[in-house]
């Protein structure tokens, strides 16, 4: 079996080429292609903001320092060692995409705290609330 043979191969035509694609998202796009671009530096700030852009599109699947290093193609403790240079370590980051997403969903008042814990990742409710007092000092 050829992959490369003519039988396997289709034509467009140059017309339907230029015409928009009706499923196109220019926000998705440009998301996209910020993501691209911070990963493509080596710059030890926009690897914190990359790792938690990881962290927030994983919820409510926690993602570990394993995989996060993983996704990024580095070994673990490469990973490790790249964040420390940039001041931060793995947890903080959680830590502080899990507040920012717990405060934003408070602040909204959409959902009940079981829900926000399951869409945060948490157990159950009263873990979320143990978060919330050391995060923000009191109950939200």
Request: charged share 25%; proline share 4%; with cysteine.
């Amino acid at each position: 079996m050829k992959f490369n043979a003519r039988a396997f191969a289709f034509e467009v035509p140059r017309q339907f080429c230029a015409l928009p694609s009706p499923f196109a998202d220019p926000g998705l796009h440009a998301k996209a292609l910020e993501a691209l671009q911070m990963t493509g530096s080596g710059n030890n700030a926009s690897l914190s903001t990359t790792v938690e852009s990881l962290i927030a599109m994983h919820l409510p699947k926690r993602l570990s320092e394993e995989n996060a290093a993983r996704l990024l193609g580095l070994a673990r403790r490469t990973f490790v060692r790249r964040l420390a240079d940039s001041g931060v370590g793995f947890r903080g980051l959680l830590d502080r995409v899990l507040r920012e997403r717990a405060s934003a969903m408070s602040a909204a008042g959409r959902m009940s705290r079981e829900e926000m814990a399951a869409a945060l990742g948490y157990a159950d409710a009263t873990s979320l609330s143990r978060a919330c007092r050391r995060w923000f000092g009191s109950k939200r």
